[in-house]
Nanobody
């Protein structure tokens, strides 16, 4: 069974940085797209950033210039480097991967930006 395991969330002050990691189990196969979503209380889940197998990336406007999505060397890991964090970045962050066999979600990791 495919599993995505996330880590790296936590509490950080405004202006601080965090790095989220998401590792897929080896059984996931060839990954087409990796992405990070987030969901704040009372809001819909939104796409934050994505990267494709062709290295095409996307960022939602609110994080451009502050967040960077990247793949690990083993190609079954995705990272989200978050700099210049703001209180409005507070949310549960989920990684998502899609393959020819289906799409998979991580369990979510809480990011809280507060002084």
């Amino acid at each position: 069974q495919v599993q995505l395991v996330e880590s790296g969330g936590g509490l950080v002050q405004p202006g601080g940085s965090l790095r989220l990691s998401c590792a897929a189990s080896e059984s996931i196969g060839s990954i087409y797209t990796m992405a990070w979503y987030r969901q704040a209380p009372g809001k819909q889940r939104e796409l934050v950033a994505s990267t494709t197998r062709a290295d095409r990336t996307y960022y939602v406007d609110s994080v451009k210039g502050r967040f960077t999505i990247s793949r690990g060397n083993g190609n079954n890991t995705v990272y989200l480097q978050m700099n210049g964090l703001k209180p409005e970045d507070t949310a549960v962050y989920y990684c998502w991967m899609t393959t020819g066999a289906g799409s998979y979600w991580g369990q979510g990791t809480q990011v809280t930006v507060s002084s």
